[in-house]
């Protein structure tokens, strides 16, 4: 996903899911698409792609449970401190929440 258009009608028409790291937008779509966004509050360009790299592979990991539609994850400073385990773990758990709002 890359037009900024797309981004915004996420962020206005959901609610987000906060994890410790990452905050998750979820709109139901015919497709799976997903966007990653890391502003500088997260840190130097190296860590945001550190960050991005990380959602990218939360997301490819779970893409068998995954429901689908489109998506916004949203990098938050602890992402690039955190065990990838623990990651994966409070992904899985958005997931679910994911699933239970649908």
């Not at 987000?16 to 998750?24: P, S």
């Not at 997260?42 to 860590?47: D, I, R």
């Not at 990098?75 to 990651?87: G, H, R, S, V």
Request: charged share 30%; proline share 3%.
């Amino acid at each position: 996903m890359k037009a900024s258009r797309t981004f915004e009608s996420l962020f206005k028409q959901t609610r987000g899911l906060h994890a410790d790291a990452f905050v998750c937008f979820y709109r139901s779509d015919t497709v799976c698409e997903v966007g990653l966004v890391s502003s500088k509050k997260v840190g130097n360009a190296v860590s945001r792609n550190f960050a991005r790299r990380r959602m990218r592979e939360l997301f490819r990991a779970h893409q068998s449970i995954l429901p689908d539609g489109r998506y916004v994850l949203v990098a938050k400073k602890p992402i690039t401190k955190m065990p990838f385990d623990l990651l994966s773990e409070q992904f899985g758990r958005t997931v679910k929440n994911l699933q239970k709002l649908r």
